[in-house]
């Protein structure tokens, strides 16, 4: 569970910098053209960059080790079709 508290907690710091900087412009713009901030809207488009901030820091947070690339290689190519349901079959 520890590995996904890191990712939430860097967004959570980041957060309020980057909704600074998206929602006061966005809010602006809702203003000129509508002549009003509609506060619901808003409040949607915040939690919005919120959960897109989480879900990207999910995905690349925590960055593996370098030690760890090391191992990842592309040497395993299967060149001879379906040889995996034979591999699969044998192995069970």
């Known amino acids: 569970m520890e590995l996904y508290w890191l990712p939430i907690k860097v967004a959570v710091i980041l957060f309020p910098f980057l909704a600074a900087v998206i929602c006061i412009p966005y809010a602006v713009y809702n203003y000129r053209k509508?002549?009003?901030?509609?506060?619901f809207k808003i409040f949607i488009f915040y939690t919005?960059?919120?959960?897109?901030l989480t879900?990207?820091?999910m995905t690349l947070l925590p960055l593996p080790d370098i030690d760890e690339q090391i191992f990842?290689?592309?040497?395993n190519?299967?060149?001879?079709?379906?040889?995996?349901?034979k591999d699969f079959f044998t192995k069970n």
Do not use: D, E, R, W
């Open 77 to 85: 190519i299967q060149l001879i079709p379906f040889k995996f349901l």
């Open 55 to 57: 879900a990207f820091f």
């Open 72 to 75: 990842i290689s592309g040497q």
């Open 48 to 52: 919005f960059i919120f959960y897109m």
């Open 34 to 39: 509508y002549g009003i901030n509609n506060k």
